[in-house]
Nanobody
Framework: VQLQASGGGLVQAGGSLRISCAAS????????VGWFRQAPGKEREFVAA????????QYSDSVKGRFTISKDNAEKTVYLQMDSLKPEDTAVYSC????????????????????WGQGTLVTVSS
């Protein structure tokens, strides 16, 4: 499984941005796709996750109600729509795929994911 994140950029506080994670090769192996972010000087943190085949999403408390994760299986792409952005959302956002069935309480754990894409930088100016 190969993952390619894109769509990052500079946006003003209160604005919106949509980033994408395109998967290639053996997507049938994917169980769940997650978005994580890492701000300068901080640890990586979970943002959102979605089941690849079927329904089911999960969000961190810090983005719930502002961010929406979605997928297009035909396009093999997972999206993260980010609205009402805040300067504290500034980070490198990375997508990851788990190829095993993992319980939903573990979706926020980065170690449960098998494949990672390169990150895309999102900068929110105040």
């Amino acid at each position: 499984v190969q993952l390619q994140a894109s769509g990052g950029g500079l946006v003003q506080a209160g604005g919106s941005l949509r980033i994408s994670c395109a998967a290639s090769l053996r997507v049938f192996r994917i169980y769940v796709v997650g978005w994580f972010r890492q701000a300068p000087g901080k640890e990586r943190e979970f943002v959102a996750a979605i089941i690849w085949s079927g329904a089911g999403t999960q969000y961190s408390d810090s983005v719930k109600g502002r961010f929406t994760i979605s997928k297009d299986n035909a396009e093999k792409t997972v999206y993260l729509q980010m609205d009402s952005l805040k300067p504290e959302d500034t980070a490198v956002y990375s997508c990851a795929a788990a190829t095993r069935v993992i319980p939903s309480p573990t979706w926020a754990t980065s170690g449960m994911y098998d494949y990672w894409g390169q990150g895309t930088l999102v900068t929110v100016s105040s």
